[in-house]
């Protein structure tokens, strides 16, 4: 049997139409409840019952006016998504959108526990421990390096009578007697007072056998008469304060707190990482390196008036 091509246009049409229909993209089915179309946009039922959630009092013409108008002010703003201030505003709006998606419960769910705390203190205790402290008073006489045998014992003379003064009298300091017997110029107006030296502490005015000497005394004792390279010493322990460390429950909610912030402070940190990762940001090293900040020169600022504010009538 011979085959003309007029046997062929039948099939050839419909597979024709077939395959145009293949190569097409499926529109999209339409949603339910269609009530009206705007541009390439329609309003469903479901739209004016949520619109209505929020306006309880208009009716479903105004209603319907109003999603109207919003999606036709919408169609007319879309070129202005092309200006960058606006994309950036868009920008800024999808970040805070994302942030609240996938960061903001896990902030919220960072937590610290109670061994955490413990962890932090044992790690910090010597933060809330406060050293045993104490109170000093002197008096000092200098001894010049090329004074006679006959000068350095009239100080040391002088010394012994002040020393004999200061255990007579119940005095918590050295009262007047660092005014006659006494060279530092900065404690002698003071009773020689020293003020509060810590434990774990020097002092710029004792040498250290001294401040030593001062800690090993018994409080409101006076040392015996201590002989520096820069003349003599005698001290005086008049105050002294335990040392003590702070109770866990006193800083548990501050230390919570710490940590707690700490912990957010490295979620997102790690959020922000994942996003460079997967976003993976190539930076020209040579185009940033040619790169100048313009600086905005400062103001200079107005000189202060010193003079009086003008009096009414002037």
């Known amino acids: 049997m011979r085959w003309s091509i007029a046997d062929f246009r039948g099939p050839i049409l419909l597979a024709s139409l077939v395959c145009a229909s293949c190569s097409r993209e499926a529109p999209a089915p339409e949603p339910d409840g269609v009530v009206a179309r705007i541009g390439d946009r329609v309003i469903t039922a479901d739209d004016l019952r949520l619109k209505a959630q929020t306006h309880p009092a208009m009716t479903k013409e105004e209603l319907l006016h ?58 910090r205790r010597t933060e809330f421990t406060r050293p045993a402290m104490d109170r000093f008073a002197m008096l000092f006489l200098q001894i010049e390096k090329n004074a006679s045998e006959t000068k350095q014992a009239e100080v040391h003379a002088r010394m012994a009578s002040a020393r004999q003064l200061a255990r007579q009298q119940a005095e918590k300091d050295f009262g007047k007697l660092s005014l006659d017997y006494s060279d530092d110029q900065l404690g002698r107006y003071r009773g020689g007072d020293l003020g509060w030296i810590a434990a774990n502490k020097t002092s710029n005015r004792l040498p250290e056998t001294v401040l030593e000497t001062g800690r ?30 702070t109770p866990l429950e006193q800083v548990r909610a501050s ?17 922000i990482e994942t996003c460079m990762q997967q976003a993976a940001p190539q930076i020209d090293a040579a185009a940033f390196a040619r790169f100048e900040l313009e600086t905005t020169p400062q103001q200079p600022e107005l000189p202060v008036p010193t003079g009086g504010l003008p009096m009414a009538g002037n």
């Open 66 to 123: 109003a999603l109207l108008a919003h999606e036709a002010q919408s169609l007319r703003a879309q070129p202005l998504a092309d200006d960058p201030a606006v994309r950036r505003e868009i920008d800024r709006l999808l970040v805070n959108r994302l942030r609240e998606r996938e960061l903001a419960g896990r902030l919220k769910a960072a937590e610290v526990s109670d061994a955490e705390i413990q962890a932090e203190y044992d790690r």
């Open 216 to 245: 090993r005394l018994e409080l409101g004792t006076v040392s015996e008469i201590l002989e520096t390279d820069e003349g003599l010493y005698i001290v005086k322990k008049t105050d002294h304060r335990p040392g003590a460390t």
């Open 255 to 271: 230390l919570r707190r710490r940590l707690l912030a700490e912990r957010r402070e490295q979620i997102e940190t790690d959020f």
